[in-house]
């Protein structure tokens, strides 16, 4: 049964362009949540995701970043306009939901804004 | 989500069992105690979790105390690959609770 999947690994990206990170959950999970890392600090909740539905997004910025989890295919965060300060590993993470709730993360896209 | 406490740092010997403390003195009677692990910006990695009763798998144990306020895992044999901090949270326990992590104990396993 293969993990969470994300990709790309590693992005760069120079300022003002669009940043796409893709995160493919578990078999059989349909909870997608979204967790930022910014250097040297802690793991911050973004956003929950269920298939086509926005659940929770409290730790989302307000402008530039949207999320989705479409029915087919992986779930797409994505940063408009990138500023230096968006630097940080992403995570997903993903959970079955109904009677299992633990969640499996991802390996991350580590972002790098020029 | 109730707050945690965990010491930043800890050392534990290669083969020797690491003993984890986590106080949660706020603890509501619905939340469930969960331990992570983040292995050198890795993701986080699913340890074991339990509500009342002590659990244990093939990663490690968990005891939580009578009161419910402090836990601590155990990892019984300590390996190096097992350097990594390590987070303990606590959440109610459904699908739409995010994870909340806080500063977490940096383990360094010695040879």
């Known amino acids: 049964n293969a993990g969470v999947m994300q990709n790309p690994r590693h992005l760069v990206r120079r300022r003002g362009q669009e940043a796409r990170l893709r995160c493919s959950p578990m078999?059989?999970?349909?909870?997608v949540y979204w967790y930022r890392q910014l250097p040297e600090e802690g793991l911050k909740f973004m956003v929950y995701?269920?298939?086509?539905?926005?659940?929770?997004e409290s730790g989302m910025p307000k402008e530039r970043f949207s999320a989705e989890f479409p029915k087919e295919g992986p779930s797409i965060l994505r940063i408009q306009q990138v500023v230096r300060g968006d630097s940080a590993a992403y995570f997903c993470?993903?959970?079955?939901?109904?009677?299992?709730?633990?969640?499996?993360f991802g390996p991350g896209t580590r972002l790098t804004v020029t | 989500d109730a707050k945690t406490t965990q010491p930043p740092s800890m050392d534990c010997a290669e083969g020797r069992a690491a003993n984890l403390p986590c106080n949660h003195s706020?603890?509501?009677?619905?939340?469930?105690v969960y331990w992570y692990r983040q292995i050198h910006s890795q993701g986080p990695q699913y340890i074991i979790h339990?509500?009342?009763n002590n659990e244990t798998n093939e990663m490690a144990s968990l005891i939580i105390t009578e009161d419910r306020k402090s836990s601590t895992l155990i990892l019984p044999h300590a390996t190096l690959r097992d350097t990594a901090v390590y987070y303990c949270?606590?959440?109610?326990?459904?699908?739409?609770?995010?994870?909340?992590f806080g500063g977490g104990t940096r383990l360094m396993v010695k040879p």
């Open positions: 993470a993903s959970s079955q939901g109904a009677h299992t709730y633990e969640q499996y």
């Open positions: 078999k059989g999970h349909s909870h």
């Open positions: 995701l269920q298939k086509e539905n926005i659940i929770d």
């Open positions: 706020t603890i509501s009677g619905n939340e469930y």
């Open positions: 339990g509500l009342k």
């Open positions: 949270i606590v959440r109610v326990d459904n699908a739409g609770n995010m994870l909340t």
